[in-house]
């Protein structure tokens, strides 16, 4: 009984020996969901091609350099720059950017109107705004197709009540792309807008004003800053997964409006992909992501620093 | 004669059935350390919310050094608040939260900083300047709000509970800096406070609130030696208030019949009437005497001992209870549990209050 007792009045030589037990989930979630998979395709972007789709274990750098640089029909003219690819990425950020700045747009007055709603009200508008991930995101985008098509319900409305005379045609457009990507991830903004405005004292804009402070103002100098994490958290979290997406510029944006995505999934469908090209391409927009991430994450060390 | 810094006339605020503010009429004067005292829920912040302009009002008039201010919202009013939780802009330090009011109202960054300096000197707050109002103390926060409005030099101060989220001692070194402030900037300050020390030991002026209606105002002196209604008797300080049958009121005198039947004469509050009423004594202004003398009889039922002096309550007939308050010193005679006391009045001591 003595030696229990004198062996717990130090804790930390009770849980010392239980740390790494206790790290344990933490390492096999990191380990099998992120390393592993990220770490094949690593591997996988410097291997060569197999025809059927699939790889050889054989070092290549054929994946990166298909990416970057055009060798002519035959592999051996000089190398000039490959623009295709490229373009496709520039395509995808300024898609994603676009949807990720309407997101903003509408979703930060939405974050404010459910955060300044009192007792349950609050609740069910949240409640309604988490209500289409109910349904799978592929139905979700189907049914936008199904929307706006030339002789969809928007058209067919706006044709009965004569705003237009012939059909709009947004499918198979840029427009329809970002239309699907911000109808996707608006609650992503909503979310975290909303919990940083619920956080917000209403007395910071009384004493703003009482400072003298227009309304312009004190949205700027006051309520942005003060929000801000949560509108950068909601901007990657729109602007991430737009990058990547595919269903939305598959579905919506038809064959002339590709995007980063449906040029990744393309690699590893049926027989006529290319494996170590499709990780490749995965690489080069994870190390995007990642540069943007850390860009940011400095600046906003710096800024606490001050 | 004195300017008038705010003159409220005949203001009322409803907020759909509920009436918060009743008919008030109010004149703070220029350079007035101005208090506004209630319990909570009474109508004083809402009172205070009006003025800086945060609450529309739904009838009557606000003026400002004579000028009409009803319509104009808060950013247009030259008052300035200090809030009750400071409310501290949380991502700016000392110097921009002060430098705020100040580049709103268009100065520049150089007379800015000269006023902000001068400020933070005057709270004792220089050497925090650069902090942000996380890393500051309560007692601290509450100085940087009152330097942030200060800065602006309004023409009012209004100040919304400033000292209640502060410690006891906190509280009571902050009350003399607050009256030093005031009296060395010769601004107008308006405090609102539930704490009727604060308020006796601050103020130059008191209103007292009760239920959306201001009560009484006077100085402190006039409030606890002369309260006007039964609120203000109970709320400021301690009070017996004794039943009478008042026979008579006329030239601020009243005859009245005590309990014990005795006939009774003295100062009544303007616009008492005869009929039934009640009596103020302070505690402190009642003397025991020997049974049998004296204007009223009692049964000793307790005694507390409290250091400084000692309260005794004594029973009367028809069941109320009169404290009486006796200072401790060497020849005090307090009467044991039980055993028949009389009481005496000072003389004025006793008034006959607004029902």
Redesign the interface.
Known sequence: MAGLVSKSTSNTSTYAGLGPLLMLPSWVLIGFFLVLPVGMMLIYSFLTKEFRGGVIWEFSLAAYDQFFFDRGLFGDDPPVIEWTYIKIFWRSTWQAAVATFFCLLIGFPTAWFIATRTGPNKSIWLFLITIPYWVNLLIRTISMKFLIRDTGPLNEWLLSLGVISEPIHIINTNFAVQLGLFYSYLPFMVLPIYASVERY?F??S?????????RW?TLT??IL??VKPGIIAGCILVFVPSLGAFLAPDLLGGAKNFMIGSLIEEQFKGNAGNWPFGAAISMILLSIVLVVLTYYARQQGKEEAR | MTEIAINIQNMTKRYGSFVALKNVSLSIKDNEFFTLLGPSGCGKTTLLRTIAGFENISEGAIKLYGEDIAELPPNKRPVNTVFQQYALFPHMDVTTNVMFGLLQLGQDRATASARVTEVLDLVQLTQFANRLPSQLSGGQQQRVALARALAPKPKVLLLDEPLSALDLKLRQAVRQELQQIQQETGITFVFVTHDQEEALTMSDRIAVIADGVVQQVGSARDIYEAPLNKFVADFIGETNLIDVVVTDVSQGNATCILPGGEKFTCPAAAGAVAGSGHLSVRPERVTLTKPGKGLLQGITTRQVYLGTDMHVDVRLDDGEIITVRVQNSEGMIIPETGAIAGLEFETGAARLLVD
């Open positions: 004292n007395s910071f009384e004493a703003a004003a009482d400072l003298y402070a227009s103002t100098k006051v800053p003060f």
